[in-house]
């Protein structure tokens, strides 16, 4: 069953992603590892992970597979330490303090960090996030984290107006050329996202069904 709605997730992005630009992100939060098997089992390589310690249960039980992790929650900072050293992506990057310390915290022998920051679109007091406007500031700060490597944005809109919003944040990516990543589209939206330029998708519920809570 899993494996079908997988193939059918890869059918709606296959119809929309006239150029062939979208990597699909199964989000196996609240999961067991034999969910993310079946997966795995069915072709999938990039999982997404909200919270730590369930997501380091699972990165240990399905190693060795060649499996692609990204952390997609809310991060604490005596978190940070724990994703620098366990994930190939950070989507959730909120403030400058959380990226100075995931570029101090991560391994040499690891390789860049991918980091995306997560943007709060609609300017929603109920999401974390960079607003738009702060956007520019905090990309400068960059420059000096060596062990990151700023690939681009990841916003989650307001239901309402995903469209509107999607548009917003395809604009802003575009002012940053020398940035290649837009992670945007859930299970209720992703067609939207995909005709807005999205590079990853996260998809959960299509893929595993209902979460419990
Ligand atoms: C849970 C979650 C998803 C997946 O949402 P679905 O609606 O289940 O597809 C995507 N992105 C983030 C940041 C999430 O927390």
């Not at 999607?166 to 050329?177: D, E, G, L, T, V």
Request: hydrophobic letters at 40%; one cysteine or more.
């Amino acid at each position: 069953m899993i494996k079908d709605n997988l193939k059918q997730v890869q059918q709606r992005i296959k119809a929309v992603d006239k150029n062939q630009q979208v990597t699909l992100i199964a989000v196996s939060k609240t999961r067991p590892a034999s969910d993310l098997q079946q997966a795995i089992d069915a072709g999938q390589r990039h999982f997404g992970e909200n919270y730590l310690q369930e997501a380091l249960d699972k990165i240990q039980a399905l190693k060795k597979q060649g499996l692609i992790w990204h952390f997609i929650g809310a991060i604490q900072s005596n978190k940070s330490q724990q994703i620098a050293q366990n994930f190939d992506w950070v989507h959730s990057v909120d403030r400058f303090k959380i990226a100075k310390r995931l570029n101090d915290q991560r391994p040499d022998k690891l390789g860049k960090l991918n980091v995306l920051l997560q943007i709060n679109i609609d300017n929603e007091s109920t999401k974390s996030g960079i607003l738009p406007e702060q956007i520019a500031t905090i990309l400068a700060q960059f420059e000096h984290l060596d062990k990151l490597s700023l690939r681009g944005f990841m916003c989650i809109p307001s239901p309402s107006n995903s469209d509107i919003s999607f548009a917003r944040m395809a604009n802003i990516f575009k002012q940053y050329p020398n940035l290649d990543t837009l992670s945007m589209g859930m299970s209720g939206d992703l067609e939207l996202a995909i005709q807005n330029g999205a590079s990853f998708v996260r998809i959960g519920t299509d893929i595993f069904g209902e979460r419990k809570q």
